[in-house]
C-alpha cells in the first residue's frame, strides 16, 4: 500500500468517513448494465440457489432453485438465467461500426490491415463481489461442456437448449475480468475500493455493505459505526440484518430457515407425487407451491439488500467524471466482446478446460501489457494516483526554470533543446535514464542529463533536473510551437512509459516447440462432466 | 475463585487456574494447531490455546462474540462423500493412494481395515498405535479415524485424521478428505494450504509414534489430499508436499512452551472463566498483549473482541499488517497524522519526512489547503484538469 | 574405507567435461547445468561457445540483459580474437556496449538477417523473441536459465535444434507482475522458470551441476549450500588459508572496525544495531553501512587470495553495498558521498545478481521492518546479497529479527501440482542468521 493510500485509510479512521483514493472515474460504466446478485447453496460446487438479475433496478427477476440438489430444478434457473442474460448479450452483437485490424496474411506472411466489423458497445455484468465473478466463473465451467437433446440426443441428462451457451458467455466474462483494467464483469467491491479508501482494511472492504456505509453513512452516523452494523448486526432471531452479498449465504440462515424451508417443499413434494386423485393433488399442489413461495421470500429477503447496494454503488460511480483513457479501455473490452461473439458464430467449439502452453503464454502477455497500460493510463488521468508516482520516485513535477537550444550532431541536426525543471520530487533518475510527459496525448521522450549545481536535495529549492528533450519537435531544425517547454511552464514528466510495446511473437500452437511439450495434437472434444446419481433427489 | 498460587505450580496446574475451576480444557484439535501459525506473535491466542480455554464461550463472553458457524448443507454433503470414500473396506481410497503416492506397489486387491473402538482418547491412541505397529508387513492397512496424541506445551492434544494408510512398505500416508472440489485438477489454493496445515499436525503426530518403534516407519510427507471431482462427488486426489508446513508447525509448537513465560507475566489470580462478569473477564484478557490483524477474523475465535480494542487505541495495524511498514516507530493513527500535518515528529526522520510529503502531494492533488487535511475533504467533483494541477498530459 | 581428498580443480574439471560431452555429442536435445555462485559459469559458457564453434555448430546464444550479452561476447573475444561473432541488439539508442566497436571480429546488427552466417550470434531472450528464421540455429546456449521465464523459452525454442541451458535455481525466480494462479501446476505455466517447464516436458535430460565455487571462500560455502543448496551441495574451491583480508590500520575500537575485524578474520560479520521499527531507509543503519565501507577503504585493506602470491589492495571497486529496495541503495549511496566515498557499487539484490566482489556490506533485507512479508523473505534475495564476496560479507541489521521470523504468519495458500521451491526463505533466514550470530557486534551509533 503507498504512503498516500495509507494516509487516506488513516484519515477516513479519523474522520468517519470514506476519503477519495481517485479524482475520477477509471472503469467503464455502462447507461445500461445487468446486474446480478447470485447465491449459492454452501457445500456443493456450483450449485446456485438463486439470484436476482436484471438491468432494471426496481423492477428485478427473481430466480429460485427451491431444492438445489434437485438437476431437474437447476437446469430450469439456468435456463431462466439464460433467458434473461442472452437477449441482453445479444442485444449489443447487432450495432456494429467498422474498424480495422492487423492480421498476418496466410499467403504472403505479412502484416495487412483488414476491415473488421466492432460492436459498437458491449455488454457490462456487475456483479457484488469478488466471489460473485469466481461463482460466474464457475457457473461458466459447469455449463459449457453440457450437451442439449438436439446436439446430442444419447446424452442422459441433456440440458436445456441454450445452458450451454450461457455457459461460453459466462467463462468468457468471467476470462475476460483477469484482466487489468477491464470493465465487461466488474465487482462492486472492486469498483468501490479502488476510487475511495476506507477506514478498515482491504480484507474488511470486500463485504460491500460496510464498504458502502464508510462511503456513504446514514445520515448522522460514522463510517465506522455503520460499517460494524452491517457487518455484524443480528435480529432477535440470529440473522444478520444485512445479509453478506454471497454468493455464500450465512450459516445461520442455512441452518434456522433455509433447512427447514427446503424440508417443507420436499414433503411437499413427496405429498404431491404420491396424491391418490386429481383433487388431492391440486390440494397437494397449492401446498407445493406454498413451500416454493416460502424459499423463494427467503432468497428474495436475502437478495434484495444486496441488489440495492449495489445500484447504491453504481449511483456513487456515477458522480464522478470518467478518466480521460478509460473509453479507450472500454473499446478493448469492446474488441473483446466482438472476437468472442464471433467465435460463437462461427460455431467453434466451447472453450476448453485448460489453456494450451501458447495461449496461455499469450494471456500473460496481454495481461502484463494490460497492467502496465492501465497503471500509466490512471496516473496521467488522475493527480490523485499520479501523486503516488511521484512519491514513490517514479514521476516528478516542477516548473521549468531554463530552456537552452542545442542541436544533435549529424549531417541534419535535429534541436535537442535542455529544459531545467525545478521539483520538489526525489525522483529514482538512473544515468541517461528516459523520461517522458504527455504532449497532446502522445508520449515525448526526454533524457536525464544531470543535476543542476547539485542542488539536489537542497531544502529550498528543490533540485533543479535538466533534461533533454529527444523527439515530438517536427521534422525541420526548429522545434514545431509548443512543442518544446517554456521557462515558467508547470510540467510532468514520468520515468515510466505511457504507451507498452508489444511483446515477443509466440508461435502458434500447433508449432508448440519441444520444450514446452511439442504441439498440443487434434483438438479433442471436451466432454461433459459426468454426471452422478448423488445429484439428483 | 482462582486457586491460589504457589511458587514451583507445575505449568500444567497453572493453565489450569487460567481456565478456571471446574472448567474443562477445550481439547486442540489439528485445525486449531495449524492456526497457530496464522499469528504465531500472538501473545494472547498462545496462552488461551495453551491453557485450553475455549475461546468461543469467551469471545460471547466478552460480548464480542465469534462468527464461525458451519452450514448444516456443507456439513451434511461433506460427510456424504467421506463415506463415499472410504465405502467398500476404502477401495476406492486405496486405490487413490496407490495411484498418486506409490505406483511401485502392489495394488491394493485388498486391505486390513483394523477395528479402532476403545474407550475415551487415551484409549482410542493406544488402540491407533497398536494397529499400527501390528500392520501387516508387505500389506496394505487402511486406518479409519484413527487417534493420535500430540504434545502441546506439556498436555496431550488428541487428533482425528480423516484416515492413515500402511503402505506394503511399512510407510504411513496421512490422507485428508475435503469438501471442496479440485476443478479440472486445480482447487482453492487458500482452503489446499488450510488443509496441508492440519495434515502436517497429524504427521508430527505420527512421526512420535513412529519413534517409539524400532526400525521407524517412515511418515511421508506427501500427503493425499482428496476432494470432491469437478462438480461431482466422485472421488479425486492430489498429493501434497507438506514438507515446509511440518517445519512451520514444528517450529511453533516448540515455541508453544513461552506460553510459561507469558503465564509468569500476568497478575496473581487472572483467570479466563466465561462464568465471570464481563469487566474482571476483559481486565484478564486484556493482561496479555495481542498482535491483531485483519486476519484474524478468519482464523481467531476471538478476532472481533481483539478488533475492537485495536481500534479503540487507533492502532494502525487494525488497517492491516502492511500498513505499518513504511511509518517507521509511529502505530497509532493520531500519531502519524500528526506527523503528516507537521504537528509532531522529527522532520529528519524518513518516515516522517515521507509522510509530509505524501500528505502535501495528497492534498495537492485532491486541490486542497493542507489544512483542509485536518477536516473532511470534501470528494472532489470537477474533472482533474479543474483540480488545481494538471495531470500529465 | 580409503578417505579421499577432496581436489576441487579435479571435481569442477570432471563436472565440465561431462558437461561438454553431452552437449556436443549426447543423445539428448537439451543439457541442463545448475551453477552455484561463482562456480564458473561463465567460463563453462565460453568453454562450450568455443567448441561449439570449432565443432562448425552455428551458435545462437540467449542472455537476459544487455549488459550479460556484452560481457559473454567481451569474455568470447578474450578467448579467441578470431572468432567472428554477432551481437544482435534492439533497435533503441545504445543498444550495446561501446567497447564492442573496438573488436573487428563482432558484427553488429538489429537484424538478424545480417548476421547470417556467422559462428556466433548473442542476444537478450527479449530479442530473440522478435526474430524469425527459416531455418533453425543447430544448437543455442541459453545462459541464466533460471531467471527466464518459461514463456520467454516458448518464443525463442523454436529457434534452435538443441539447447545447454546454464544457470544459478538458488538465485531470484522470475516473476510476473500480475496474478498467474490460474495456470499454477501445469506444466507449462507462463511465470514458472524456463527451466522447470523444459523438465516437466522432458525429465530424461541430463542434468549437471558444477561442484565448487571459485568464488565463495571457504568461510562461506558450506553456510551458502546448506541454507540455499540443500539437495545439491557444492564445496568451496580454496581452503581456510588461501584466502587472507589484512588491514594496515588497526581497529580504533568502533562497531565498524570491530565488525570489520571480526569478517576479515572470519568471513563473516554482523553489525547489530538497537531493535527498532524504521521505515525502510533506517537513517542509523544507513550511517552505519556508509561507515563501514568508509572504514573498509580507510585502513588500507589488502586480499590475498590464491590468484596471486601478493595482496591486492582492497579498493572501492572491489567493494559492494547490497540492500533489498531500490530506495535504501539511493540513501546508502548519498550517505556514502557524504563520507566522501565513490565508486562503490551500492545495488539491489536483482541487480547484484551474477557480480563479484572481495567485500560485501548488506542491509539486511529484514533490518527495522515491524513485519516480514513474503518479499523479504524470498530466498533467492537473500542468497544473491550472501554470496556475492570472495573474501567477507558484513550484514548491518538491527536486532529482533529472529524474533521478526518467528512471528511471521505462515498462512500461505498451497497451488496444487506446482513443485515446492526449497529451502523456504524464513527457514534459510534463519540458518543464515544463526550463523551470523556466532560473529555478532553489537553496536549503539
Redesign the interface.
Given at each position: 500500500?503507498?504512503?498516500?493510500t495509507?494516509?487516506?485509510?488513516?484519515?477516513a479512521?479519523?474522520?468517519g468517513?470514506a476519503?477519495?483514493a481517485a479524482?475520477?472515474r477509471h472503469r467503464h460504466l455502462s447507461d445500461h448494465p445487468l446486474v446480478l446478485v447470485p447465491l449459492t447453496?454452501?457445500?456443493?460446487?456450483?450449485a446456485p440457489l438463486g439470484a436476482l438479475v436484471g438491468t432494471d433496478r426496481d423492477a428485478p427477476q427473481l430466480l429460485v432453485v427451491p431444492q438445489p440438489r434437485d438437476r431437474d430444478l437447476r437446469f430450469a434457473f439456468l435456463s431462466e438465467l439464460a433467458d434473461i442474460v442472452l437477449p441482453y448479450v445479444d442485444g449489443y452483437a447487432e450495432s456494429v461500426e467498422a474498424a480495422e485490424r492487423n492480421e498476418t496474411d496466410p499467403e504472403t506472411g505479412k502484416r495487412v490491415k483488414v476491415e473488421v466489423e466492432l460492436c459498437a458497445d458491449a455488454p457490462q455484468l456487475i456483479v457484488p463481489s469478488r466471489a460473485g465473478v469466481d461463482f460466474l466463473r464457475?457457473l461458466g465451467?459447469?455449463m459449457r461442456f453440457r450437451r442439449t437433446a438436439e446436439q446430442d440426443p444419447e446424452t442422459p441428462y441433456p440440458a436445456p437448449p441454450r445452458v450451454p451457451l450461457l455457459g461460453r458467455w459466462l467463462t468468457h466474462f468471467g476470462e475476460r475480468a483477469?484482466m487489468?483494467g477491464s470493465s465487461l464483469l466488474p465487482a462492486m467491491t472492486d469498483l468501490l475500493a479502488r476510487h475511495w479508501s476506507t477506514?478498515?482494511?482491504?480484507?474488511?472492504d470486500q463485504h460491500l455493505g460496510a464498504l458502502l456505509a464508510w462511503i456513504d453513512p446514514p445520515e448522522g452516523r460514522s463510517g465506522?459505526e455503520a460499517a460494524l452494523e452491517a457487518e455484524?448486526a443480528r435480529d432477535e432471531q440470529g440473522q444478520l440484518r444485512h445479509p453478506p452479498a454471497g454468493p455464500a449465504?450465512?450459516?445461520?440462515f442455512?441452518?434456522k430457515l433455509?433447512?427447514p424451508a427446503f424440508e417443507r417443499y420436499d414433503r411437499a413434494r413427496t405429498a404431491l407425487h404420491a396424491a391418490e386423485d386429481g383433487l388431492e393433488a391440486d390440494d397437494r399442489l397449492g401446498a407445493l407451491t406454498a413451500a416454493e413461495e416460502e424459499i423463494r421470500g427467503l432468497v428474495l429477503s436475502r437478495t434484495r439488500p444486496t441488489w440495492d447496494a449495489v445500484w447504491h454503488g453504481i449511483d456513487l460511480l456515477r458522480?464522478?467524471?470518467e478518466?480521460?483513457h478509460v473509453e479507450e479501455r472500454w473499446t478493448r473490452d469492446r474488441w473483446s466482446f466482438t472476437g468472442h461473439r464471433d467465435r460463437v458464430t462461427a460455431g467453434e467449439p466451447p472453450q476448453p478446460?485448460?489453456?494450451?502452453?501458447?495461449t496461455?503464454?499469450n494471456?500473460?502477455?496481454s495481461?502484463?501489457r494490460e497492467?502496465?497500460r492501465l497503471e500509466a493510463q490512471e496516473?496521467?488521468?488522475?493527480?490523485?494516483v499520479?501523486?503516488?508516482r511521484?512519491?514513490a520516485?517514479e514521476?516528478f513535477?516542477g516548473e521549468v526554470t531554463d530552456v537552452v537550444m542545442t542541436y544533435s550532431e549529424g549531417k541534419r541536426p535535429s534541436p535537442r533543446p535542455l529544459v531545467t525543471v525545478r521539483t520538489?520530487d526525489r525522483p529514482?533518475l538512473g544515468e541517461?535514464a528516459k523520461v517522458y510527459?504527455?504532449l497532446g496525448?502522445k508520449p515525448q521522450s526526454a533524457e536525464f542529463v544531470g543535476y543542476e549545481d547539485s542542488a539536489e536535495?537542497s531544502p529550498e529549492g528543490g533540485a533543479l533536473i535538466v533534461l533533454k528533450i529527444l523527439d515530438k519537435m517536427g521534422r525541420g531544425k526548429e522545434p514545431e510551437a509548443g512543442s518544446v517547454p517554456e521557462k515558467g511552464d508547470?510540467v510532468?514528466?514520468?520515468l515510466f512509459e505511457h504507451e507498452q510495446r508489444g511483446?515477443?511473437?509466440?508461435?502458434e500452437p500447433e508449432?508448440?516447440?519441444?520444450?514446452?511439450?511439442?504441439p498440443p495434437g487434434e483438438a479433442v472434444q471436451e466432454t461433459a462432466?459426468?454426471?452422478?446419481p448423488?445429484?439428483v433427489l | 475463585m482462582p486457586l491460589p498460587r504457589t511458587r514451583g505450580t507445575a505449568l500444567r496446574q497453572r493453565l489450569a487456574e487460567l481456565r478456571g475451576p471446574e472448567v474443562p480444557a477445550k481439547a486442540l484439535d489439528a485445525r486449531a494447531l495449524a492456526a497457530l501459525a496464522a499469528n504465531p506473535g500472538c501473545k494472547r491466542r498462545a496462552i488461551l490455546d495453551g491453557a485450553g480455554v475455549n475461546k468461543t464461550a469467551l469471545a460471547s463472553a466478552l460480548g464480542a462474540p465469534s462468527a464461525f458457524g458451519q452450514s448444516q448443507f456443507a456439513l451434511t454433503r461433506g460427510n456424504a462423500f467421506e463415506a463415499k470414500v472410504k465405502a467398500d473396506g476404502g477401495a476406492e481410497l486405496l486405490r487413490l493412494v496407490h495411484e498418486r503416492l506409490d505406483r511401485g506397489a502392489e495394488p491394493p486387491a485388498e486391505a486390513e481395515v483394523p477395528d479402532l473402538t476403545a474407550i475415551g482418547p487415551e484409549g482410542r491412541t493406544a488402540r491407533t498405535a497398536l494397529a499400527l505397529r501390528e500392520a501387516t508387513a508387505g500389506a496394505w492397512t487402511l486406518l479409519d479415524h484413527p487417534m493420535l496424541a500430540l504434545d502441546v506445551a506439556g498436555s496431550p492434544a488428541f487428533l482425528e485424521p480423516d484416515a492413515v494408510v500402511v503402505h506394503p512398505d511399512g510407510s504411513w500416508t496421512v490422507v485428508e478428505i475435503k469438501s471442496f472440489p479440485l476443478l479440472d485438477g486445480s482447487a482453492d489454493p487458500s482452503k489446499v494450504g488450510a488443509a496441508a496445515r492440519q495434515a502436517a499436525v497429524y504427521v508430527l503426530a505420527l512421526e512420535e509414534v513412529a519413534a517409539r518403534l524400532d526400525p521407524a516407519p517412515k511418515v511421508r510427507h506427501r500427503v493425499l489430499l482428496v476432494c470432491p471431482k469437478d462438480f461431482s462427488n466422485l472421488p479425486a486426489a492430489s498429493a501434497v508436499d507438506i514438507r515446509k508446513q511440518r517445519a512451520v508447525t514444528a517450529r511453533q509448537l516448540a515455541r508453544l512452551t513461552r506460553i510459561e513465560d507469558i503465564a509468569d507475566t500476568l497478575p496473581e489470580g487472572t483467570c479466563f472463566a466465561p462464568d465471570l462478569p464481563a469487566a474482571e473477564l476483559t481486565a484478564a484478557v486484556e493482561s496479555v498483549p495481542a498482535t491483531y490483524a485483519p486476519e484474524c477474523l478468519s482464523a481467531c475465535e476471538l478476532a472481533f473482541h481483539c478488533r475492537d480494542r485495536s481500534r479503540a487505541e487507533g492502532a494502525v495495524t487494525s488497517l492491516g499488517r502492511s500498513v505499518r511498514a513504511e511509518l517507521g516507530g509511529l502505530t497509532t493513527v493520531e500519531d502519524v497524522l500528526a506527523a503528516a500535518r507537521g504537528e509532531t515528529g522529527d522532520p529528519d526522520d524518513p518516515a516522517v519526512a515521507a509522510l509530509r510529503r505524501a500528505a502535501e502531494l495528497r492534498s495537492e492533488a485532491l486541490g486542497a489547503r493542507p489544512e483542509v487535511l485536518r477536516r473532511r475533504p470534501e470528494t472532489p467533483e470537477g474533472p482533474a484538469e479543474a483540480l488545481g494541477v494538471s495531470a500529465c498530459r | 574405507m580409503t578417505t579421499q581428498v577432496f581436489d576441487p580443480g579435479a571435481a569442477a574439471g570432471e563436472a565440465t567435461e561431462a558437461i561438454l560431452r553431452d552437449t556436443l555429442h549426447g543423445a539428448h536435445r537439451g543439457v541442463v547445468v545448475d551453477s552455484p555462485p561463482g562456480a564458473g559459469k561463465s567460463t563453462l559458457v565460453v568453454r562450450a561457445a568455443l567448441e561449439l564453434a570449432d565443432a562448425g555448430r552455428p551458435l545462437m546464444v540467449v542472455a537476459q540483459t544487455n549488459a550479460q550479452v556484452d560481457d559473454l561476447v567481451l569474455r568470447l573475444a578474450e578467448k579467441n580474437p578470431e572468432l567472428p561473432v554477432g551481437r544482435l541488439h534492439s533497435s533503441d539508442a545504445d543498444p550495446y556496449d561501446k567497447a564492442l566497436d573496438r573488436l573487428p571480429q563482432v558484427r553488429k546488427s538489429a537484424k538478424a538477417g545480417d548476421l547470417t552466417g556467422l559462428p556466433v550470434v548473442i542476444s537478450t531472450a527479449a530479442k530473440w523473441g522478435h526474430v524469425k528464421v527459416d531455418e533453425p540455429w543447430a544448437h543455442a546456449i541459453v545462459d541464466e536459465a533460471y531467471q527466464m521465464r518459461s514463456d520467454s523459452l516458448l518464443a525463442v525454442a523454436g529457434l534452435f535444434e538443441r539447447a545447454l541451458f546454464v544457470g544459478d535455481p538458488g538465485q531470484l525466480d522470475p516473476f510476473a507482475i500480475v496474478g498467474s494462479e490460474q495456470w499454477a501446476g501445469l506444466s507449462y505455466d507462463p511465470s514458472a522458470s524456463a527451466v522447470t517447464t523444459l523438465l516437466a516436458h522432458n525429465p530424461e535430460l541430463p542434468q549437471h551441476r558444477l561442484p565448487v565455487s571459485w568464488r565463495l571462500p571457504a568461510s562461506a560455502a558450506p553456510l551458502v549450500s546448506d541454507a540455499f543448496y540443500p539437495y545439491t551441495p557444492f564445496r568451496s574451491g580454496t581452503d581456510h588459508d588461501d584466502r587472507r583480508l589484512a588491514f594496515a590500520v588497526p581497529s580504533d575500537g568502533s562497531g565498524p572496525d570491530k565488525v570489520i575485524d571480526a569478517a576479515a578474520e572470519s568471513g563473516w560479520g554482523l553489525l547489530e544495531l538497537p531493535a527498532r521499527h524504521t521505515p525502510r531507509t533506517d537513517p542509523e543503519a544507513v550511517r552505519a553501512v556508509a561507515a563501514v565501507v568508509r572504514r573498509l577503504l580507510d585502513r588500507g585493506g589488502a586480499a590475498t587470495s590464491e590468484r596471486s602470491p601478493d595482496p591486492t589492495p582492497l579498493t572501492a571497486d572491489r567493494i559492494a553495498v547490497g540492500t533489498a529496495h531500490r530506495d535504501q541503495a539511493a540513501a546508502v549511496r548519498a550517505a556514502l558521498a557524504d563520507l566522501g566515498v565513490a565508486d562503490v557499487t551500492v545495488d539491489t539484490a536483482n541487480r547484484l545478481q551474477g557480480r563479484e566482489y572481495d567485500v560485501t556490506v548488506v542491509l539486511h533485507p529484514l533490518s527495522g521492518r515491524p513485519d516480514a512479508t513474503a518479499f523479504h523473505l524470498e530466498t533467492g534475495r537473500l542468497c544473491v546479497l550472501a554470496s556475492r564476496h570472495r573474501h567477507a560479507c558484513i550484514v548491518v541489521c538491527r536486532a529482533g529479527v529472529s524474533d521478526l521470523l518467528d512471528d511471521y504468519p505462515s498462512t500461505e495458500p498451497v497451488q496444487l501440482g506446482t513443485l515446492v521451491k526449497f529451502p523456504d526463505g524464513w527457514e534459510a533466514n534463519h540458518a543464515v542468521l544463526a550463523r551470523l550470530g556466532e560473529h555478532r557486534v553489537a553496536w549503539r551509533p
Open positions: 500500500m503507498s504512503l498516500i495509507t494516509l487516506a485509510r488513516l484519515e479512521v479519523s474522520t468517513r476519503q477519495p479524482t475520477v447453496t454452501a457445500g456443493e460446487a456450483g464457475l465451467r459447469s483477469r487489468p477506514g478498515q482494511s482491504t480484507l474488511e465506522a455484524l449465504t450465512d450459516p445461520a442455512d441452518n433455509l433447512a458522480a464522478l467524471p478518466g480521460a478446460r485448460r489453456d494450451d502452453a501458447v496461455a503464454a494471456k500473460l502477455a495481461r502484463e497492467q502496465a496516473a496521467l488521468d488522475d493527480p490523485l499520479m501523486a503516488g511521484r512519491l520516485g514521476a513535477a520538489e529514482h541517461r510527459r504527455s496525448g536535495g508547470r510532468c514528466f514520468t511483446g515477443a511473437k509466440l508461435p508449432d508448440t516447440p519441444w520444450t514446452h511439450g511439442g462432466d459426468p454426471v452422478t448423488e445429484d | - | -
